[in-house]
């Protein structure tokens, strides 16, 4: 019997399509799982979202957006129509200079790796270089096409959603990291043992793997929860 109550437990936590995480100040934060790496962070009333895919969420039933972030330009990660359902005439909108590109609106700021800006609520948001590093596979995020993830600083956390990566220096350096989504899909990101090495190295308090599914090489999830749960807080959500 126990151990069927903890596989229903577990089984519940992965479908969770909503969580709230308390930042440092008490400020309550909440994220939800659309799919893939689909998602949006609440705070204070205001909805932001990263990367909106139609696949993953019926987009013209949600919150407006105050705004939204796209890491890159791949079908996965920039739908139009999806970002059309969620914004209105005030909604920001900020993209690589890719994605702008395709989405070619006066309304996207372009972003560019390690800069910052600052959004409603006191929230700075900084970038940080997001690309593939194994040879072989650099073509999938090329480190010069200037594809971005971003930290949202919210109530004192610092929340890192990092884009379609690979463990690079930039994401090894970064600081006080609260919480952390990275992405584990072969071969397109991380492998279970990168995702590892970068957990290691930033040490976030809570790791939410996503963008684990969508190819054939399947992510060994077991292996990565087991081998990181020293480190951190491992949640796995509805991110596949």
Known sequence: MMISLF???SCAKKDMRTETYKTNDGTNVTFKFFGHASLAIETGGKWIYLDPVSQYGDFKKEHKAAAVFI???????????????????????????????????KRVTVMKPSKEIMLFNNIKVETVAAYNTTAG????????????????????????????TENTPEMKSLKNIDVAFLPVNQPYTMTVDQAIDAVKAILPKVFYPYHYGGSDQKTDITRLTEEAKPYTDVRIRNME
């Open 7 to 9: 596989g229903l437990d």
């Open 71 to 105: 890491t890159h330009s791949h079908f996965d990660h920039l739908d139009s129509k999806a970002i059309d359902d969620l914004t209105e005439k005030r909604t920001m909108i900020f993209s690589d200079h890719t994605s702008a590109e395709k989405l070619n609106s």
């Open 137 to 164: 596979h650099t073509q999938f995020h090329p480190k010069e096409r200037e594809d971005c993830g971003y930290i949202f600083n919210i109530g004192g956390s610092r929340i890192y959603i990092s884009g379609d």
